[in-house]
């Protein structure tokens, strides 16, 4: 267990719907990111937060994903309009602010049917 | 714009033999380099770094890893396999001074035979 709580660890949902995945960081850090995995890939950067400001997004998230970190604790990810495509692993890293390491949650496994 | 090249998706090795799972970069500006280890239906952990210094980095679990700038290369090695090394390993940049955002390989799966 790193301390990075992802919740839920697994969806189902069918396409159409909205999604939302929540993150927990370990308390002191201010740096929260998000990735996503394919299987058979490696992840992929989808946005970066320090403290509750979105610092940079990926040209992966569309506008149909949204990303906030309220008050610089928990952050959510929502999916508007799920599409099939987007069946893969939400990943959320943290780290402080001199820590040169990523933690890592254990994910959420996304399934869109 | 900086990337990760692993080569061998998969690689299978003997328990007690050498592990040697290759990674090579792409960085306009000096790189730090990570290699990370997925168990299955775990998060990513850390096994090692390099940011400056000594080249040859040292980790958890008895890997290492060696970067040689000329060759742009970051390869992780173990001097001898263990059961418990079989997972899925990544190979992955970020620019120093930037926002720590990791650029990750496509990983490599390695299993270990009795």
């Known amino acids: 267990d790193t301390g990075v709580s992802q919740d839920p660890r697994h969806k189902i949902t069918k396409r159409g719907q909205n999604v939302t995945f929540r993150c927990d960081p370990i308390s002191e850090h201010n740096r929260l990111y998000w990735y996503r995995q394919t299987l058979g890939q490696g992840p992929e950067f989808l946005t970066y937060?320090?403290?509750?400001?979105?610092?940079?997004k990926s040209r992966l998230l569309s506008d149909r994903f949204s990303a906030e970190r309220p008050k610089g604790s928990f952050s959510t990810l929502e999916i508007q309009r799920t599409e099939q495509g987007d069946s893969a692993m939400y990943l959320c890293a943290t780290r402080g602010q001199a820590i040169e390491k990523l933690f890592f949650g254990s994910g959420t496994q996304l399934s869109v049917l | 714009a900086q990337s990760v090249t692993q080569l061998g998706s998969h690689v299978s090795v003997s328990e007690g033999a050498l592990v040697l799972l290759r990674c090579n970069y792409s960085?306009?500006?000096?790189?730090?380099l990570f290699w990370y280890v997925q168990y299955p239906n775990q998060g990513l952990q850390l096994l090692l770094k390099?940011?400056?210094?000594?080249?040859l980095v040292k980790g958890i679990n008895g890997f290492e890893a060696e970067f040689k700038k000329s060759e742009t290369s970051f390869h992780l090695t173990k001097p001898s396999a263990h059961m418990s090394d079989a997972a899925e390993y990544f190979c992955a940049v970020s620019e120093s001074g930037g926002t720590d955002k990791l650029i990750f390989g496509t990983g490599t799966r390695l299993q270990v035979f009795p």
């Open positions: 960085s306009s500006v000096p790189p730090y």
């Open positions: 390099y940011t400056t210094g000594a080249t």
């Open positions: 937060f320090q403290n509750e400001a979105q610092l940079e």
